[in-house]
């Protein structure tokens, strides 16, 4: 515990609440009896009262006991006002409004719990405005998602509705309206895929895992994605095994290899690469993408972010962030490293065993 505390530029003493109202009312008290004190000797000695002892006692002690009343409860407004400043906010804050901000105490001796108490309140207060700037930007971006779609379906379905269509015209207008309704299946599956990962604590299945051999099972399920665009893949992945859910470590893979596939060109490679260590195992997938810019790298697992506006069409943005959900269930980690036309690489650790944590070596970004 520390006496000082930095605040703007000055310096402030802090006590615990018990020692600060302890030293406060013995020094109250002990003020109000030397008063009281003097006012005695004052009527005494200088008017000439000539009070007797008793008479001198009494005055002595009423006046002590009113100045000591009243100098402890203007001290109690010490101990009220940081409570009251957090009632306030608090009140607003249930209105919705989360722009507030509890200022501290005035004053060069301060008592440490109402710094903790208001310290604690402006934090959550700052994660509350947050949250509700990310569910406003949230709710205003799977508007959007589904907006687009959705108007593409109605227009083709009314061009549809005409008559005079040739059969080849027909078949067109069928096929974009089938591939808008895959899109929105997909949105939809990876909201609420994220809803449920979202609303999850903790992981209930630890079941062990080859987790070259589920990467292998991935890349196999994309095949028809890779085999189109003439996409190779040089692999590098030794024996490994976790233990871990299977079905989240499958998404992870599918997620991150799905993206590989999709940003990379006609005849590009991925190269997946696996290294076992003592707590941890690291896989590395990297593609000869179109890689991404440096200042977009650090948002690239927010919801619905997507770096290129013109590659819209290829996803909803939600992909890195589902996989970065898993791995904090996981207790693993997610690092990218990439260069505009060279291509990325998404760097994946997690614990041999995800009920037990460990320190990984890398962060995410």
């Known amino acids: 515990m520390s006496l000082w505390r930095q605040n703007t530029g000055n310096r402030k003493i802090t006590l615990p609440l018990r020692l600060y109202h302890s030293l406060s009312t013995l020094l109250t008290l002990a003020f109000c009896c030397g008063v009281s004190s003097i006012l005695v000797y004052i009527l005494d000695e200088v008017i000439g009262l000539e009070l007797e002892l008793p008479a001198a006692l009494i005055i002595c002690s009423l006046f002590t ?54 310290d604690n309140f402006n934090r959550m207060a700052k994660e509350l405005q947050s949250i509700d700037h990310m569910q406003k930007g949230f709710t205003g971006s799977v508007s959007h998602e589904f907006k687009t779609p959705l108007s593409s379906i109605v227009g083709f379905s009314e061009i549809l509705l005409e008559n005079g269509l040739s059969e080849e015209e027909r078949r067109e207008y069928t096929s974009l309206v089938h591939e808008e309704a895959l899109r929105l299946s997909r949105l939809a599956e990876n909201l609420l895929r994220l809803s ?45 095994h976790i233990k871990s859910d299977s079905d989240m470590t499958k998404q992870v893979w599918l997620n991150i290899i799905d993206n590989a596939i999709k940003y990379s060109a006609k005849g590009n490679s991925i190269h997946v690469m696996g290294e076992s260590k003592p707590n941890y195992v690291s896989v590395r997938i990297r593609d000869e993408g179109i890689g991404i810019p440096g200042d977009k790298q650090a948002h690239i697992f927010e919801r619905f972010y997507q770096c290129d506006e013109s590659h819209q069409e290829k996803g909803h943005g939600l992909g890195l962030s589902i996989v970065k959900r898993i791995l904090e269930l996981l207790g693993g980690q997610i690092a990218c490293q990439s260069q505009p036309g060279k291509g990325t690489e998404m760097i994946v650790a997690l614990p041999l065993d995800s009920s037990r944590s460990c320190v990984l070596p890398i962060s995410a970004k």
């Open 65 to 118: 006991l009113i100045s000591s009343a009243l100098l402890l409860a203007w001290e109690a407004g010490c101990y009220i006002r940081p409570a009251q400043a957090v009632v306030q906010a608090t009140e607003r804050i249930s209105k919705g409004d989360f722009d507030v901000k509890v200022p501290e105490p005035d004053g060069l001796i301060g008592i440490e719990e109402s710094y903790m108490l208001i």
């Open 196 to 240: 449920r990962l979202d609303a999850q604590a903790i992981v209930l299945r630890h079941e062990e895992i080859a987790i070259d051999e589920q990467i292998r099972q991935c890349v196999i399920l994309l095949a028809e994605r890779w085999e189109d665009k003439e996409i190779s893949f040089a692999m590098d992945l030794p024996a490994m």
